[in-house]
């Protein structure tokens, strides 16, 4: 059975959509970061970086969306989640998580998290400023891969786009919203998404409103 730690609107909704999609048997553990949950001793012996998500199968843990991503989806090659193994198209597939998980991830912490880059709190307004251009400069490219496409990797959805969904989500945000410049690519692949059966299931047993206002 593989049992995945999340927190809700957390980047582990991308592992959530995966297993929806995949149609595997699963278990859910939520891990509220909101409520400090993942600092707590319990959740600190399962990832000792106190990180969401994490899921644990066979009696190992696995962490790091893309790597859990990518293990889900060679779980039920049939569904074609991500290409195959060994084809260019899959190393494209990886060049989109990888840029996720450490350009567009990244970009976000300094707005949502600025208390945790500096010890004088009189920083955190310059470090949120510098955060919205990076966002902005993450999210832009996004869209520029995007363009002429529906999906990251071209026609059909696969798993890069619940992953894209989770910070275009993040974008609109109170913080963030009034400084985005549009995203027109991102905007459609993101509506296409939030269409899908399984994205709609994941947002009702996390207890989220799918948005409207795009």
Request: net charge neutral.
């Amino acid at each position: 059975m593989l049992t995945l730690f999340y927190s809700p609107f957390a980047c582990s909704m991308s592992c959530h959509i995966a297993l929806e999609e995949s149609g595997l048997e699963y278990t859910l553990a939520e891990v509220s970061t909101r409520r400090g949950e993942n600092r707590s001793a319990a959740y600190l012996a399962i990832n000792p970086l106190g990180k969401v998500p994490a899921l644990a199968f066979d009696g190992q843990v696995l962490t790091e969306a893309a790597a859990i991503l990518g293990y889900i989806a060679d779980l039920v090659p049939d569904k074609a989640l991500l290409p195959a193994p060994r084809t260019v198209a899959r190393a494209r597939a990886q060049e989109w998580l990888n840029f996720l998980s450490s350009t567009v991830h990244i970009a976000f912490r300094p707005v949502l998290r600025p208390e945790r880059m500096v010890a004088n709190a009189g920083c955190v307004d310059d470090i949120r400023r510098v955060g919205i251009s990076s966002v902005i400069d993450a999210l832009q490219e996004a869209d520029r891969r995007l363009s002429g496409r529906p999906f990251a990797l071209g026609d059909r959805f696969s798993l890069c786009d619940g992953y894209l969904l989770v910070f275009y989500l993040w974008s609109r945000r109170d913080l963030l919203r009034s400084h985005m410049p549009p995203l027109p690519a991102l905007k459609a692949t993101v509506q296409r998404v939030l269409e899908r059966p399984s994205v709609q299931e994941v947002f009702r047993m996390e207890g989220l409103s799918a948005p409207t206002d795009l």
